[in-house]
């Protein structure tokens, strides 16, 4: 069973939220915050495997509450769920350590499947951010600007890890990429965890920009 946190300072949201977990038979609700400090508390005592965690919120915010989050021994892997898809949130939250970023008009089959992919180690974004984010991301001078200086960084991975880091930016599990690539999923897990270590990313969905931005997938 999936634990998850839901953290929203609206009462309806936490409610819909709930009914929308509770709706799945591999998901259980752990408990539910209404503000960032109330999250990190209960995640410490309830050791949930994901939070679903708002942006906005009042003592302390959804972001501010994902940093602290991170700084828990086995901190939960954190899906930010908001209203608002300002490049800024998106950013901060990716940087915070966040796996996953939906808004909140996702339709419930997404909102299940980022919190399963989140627990599995994977990422997902909502497809309207990833648009914005690889648009604004694969921006700029070629030579000088943001695809060189991802090319530079990449060159650190092996061959295998390039290949592994492309399946990762086009959305693959692990368990798709060892399908594709014929590894087993400890392998692959192994080989997601050098990609991270050696290009200094927090989580996937960093790798994946970075793999945009060196057009790996051109």
Known sequence: ????????????????????????????????????????????STRPDVVLLDIRMPRVDGLDAARRLQGLTDPPKVVVLTTFDLDEYVDTALHAGAVGFLLKD??????LA??????????????????????????????TGPRADAERRLEVLTAKEREVLVAVARGLSNTGIAAELYLSEATVKTHVSRILAKLGCVNRVQAALL?????LLD
């Open 1 to 44: 069973m999936i634990r998850v946190l839901i953290v929203d300072d609206e009462w309806m949201v936490r409610s819909m939220l709930r009914t929308i977990m509770e709706s799945a038979d591999d998901v259980i609700v752990a408990g539910e915050a209404a503000d960032g400090a109330e999250a990190v508390s209960l995640a410490r």
């Open 106 to 111: 996702a339709t419930a089959n997404d909102m």
């Open 114 to 143: 980022a919190v399963r992919s989140a627990a599995r180690g994977d990422a997902m974004l909502s497809p309207k951010v990833t648009r914005r984010l690889l648009t604004r991301f694969t921006a700029g001078d070629p030579v």
């Open 211 to 215: 793999a945009h931005r060196a057009a």
